[in-house]
């Protein structure tokens, strides 16, 4: 196809210059603010007719706002006539409502998948889905790459001994195993029990062995951080000697920052699919790029290529 057209919103422009600095292209021109009156107004500078156009948008906070934005961009794009219209979400907003847990409940990131289509999507681009099954939600092509080989190397760098990698919860397990297998380290996991609607969770008990060992606890996403510091507290207690975090979202909300600063953590590693304010980015907080990853993947969409390539399948 022709030459891709990157457009961004402002949830996280400099990730979108980064993809583009990949490509050897510009972010494409387009206003993209908002009135007094709270309403989003989107104008595109340069003609899009026929073109192949990606918007990069995560569906961070405020997540609401930046939901609409990418629905509106996407709508403008539309009417403007561009042939292919991809939505580049880095970060998957109300993923974790992927199911009715409770009754009368929505599956709110069933109702995102549909905004999407609505507004005239055909490709959804994204990294580490928080459940393997958003992926069905869609009718459209979605593509989702993982961050785990970015942190794989990064970790392989550091040429730690004695290691162990561990799983926050059951859930993120399989993702913690794949990692382990590439680090050449055992696996332990962490159960806990999620109570209500409050973000609280209790741990109750390690499945592996720690004592001794350099930890490294894996997760999809850090939130408001209470799993991530609860269960680098019991890997202390149970004598792991040092204790490193890993995961592609750096979400960060709420107390988040204060119980990082606070936890006995060494380093806490994460990619860049949201973007972490300067003044609250804590010196133990590490951020690697994910552009690339992206980068590429846009250019095997624009050219017809495989995307499972990039992944050796």
């Given at each position: 196809m022709n030459e891709p057209r990157i457009f961004t919103g402002n949830a996280n422009p400099a990730l979108a210059q980064k993809i583009t600095e990949y490509?050897?292209?510009?972010?494409?021109?387009?206003?993209?603010?908002?009135?007094?009156?709270?309403?989003i107004f989107v104008r595109l500078i340069h003609s899009v007719r026929g073109k192949d156009v990606y918007v990069v948008q995560p569906m961070s906070a405020p997540v609401n706002h930046n939901i609409m934005e990418l629905l509106i961009m996407i709508d403008a794009l539309k009417r403007a006539s561009a042939d292919r219209i991809t939505a580049v979400?880095?970060?998957?907003?109300?993923?974790?409502?992927?199911?009715?847990?409770?009754?009368r409940v929505p599956i709110?990131?069933?109702?995102?998948?549909?905004?999407?289509?609505?507004?005239?999507?055909?490709?959804?681009?994204t990294l580490d889905f928080h459940a393997a099954q958003i992926q069905g939600f869609f009718k459209i092509p979605v593509d989702e790459l993982t961050a785990l080989d970015i942190l794989v190397d990064y970790f392989t760098e550091k040429k730690i001994k004695n290691g162990v990698v561990v799983a926050t919860d059951i859930g993120i397990s399989k993702r913690?195993?794949?990692?382990?297998?590439?680090?050449?380290?055992?696996l332990a996991i962490m159960e806990k029990r999620r109570g209500g609607n409050d973000d609280k969770s209790e741990v109750l008990r390690i499945i592996g062995e720690v004592k001794g060992k350099t930890a490294i606890i894996v997760d999809d996403e850090i939130d408001t951080a209470g799993s991530l510091c609860n269960t680098a507290k019991v890997l202390q207690e149970q004598g792991a000697l040092i204790i490193y975090s890993c995961a592609t979202h750096a979400v960060f909300s709420g107390p988040a920052y204060e119980r990082m600063e606070k936890a006995p953590i060494e380093e806490i590693v994460v990619t860049d699919t949201i973007a972490i304010p300067a003044d609250k980015k804590l010196k133990k907080i590490t951020v690697l790029s994910c552009a690339p990853l992206l980068g590429e993947a846009i250019h095997r969409i624009n050219s017809g290529m495989s995307i499972g390539e990039m992944f050796g399948e």
């Open positions: 490509l050897k292209i510009s972010v494409a021109e387009a206003e993209v603010f908002t009135f007094s009156n709270d309403n979400v880095p970060y998957y907003g109300y993923s974790r409502t992927d199911k009715k847990d409770q009754p709110t990131a069933r109702l995102v998948a549909d905004l999407l289509e609505a507004a005239g999507a055909h490709r959804v681009l913690a195993r794949d990692m382990a297998e590439k680090l050449q380290m055992p």
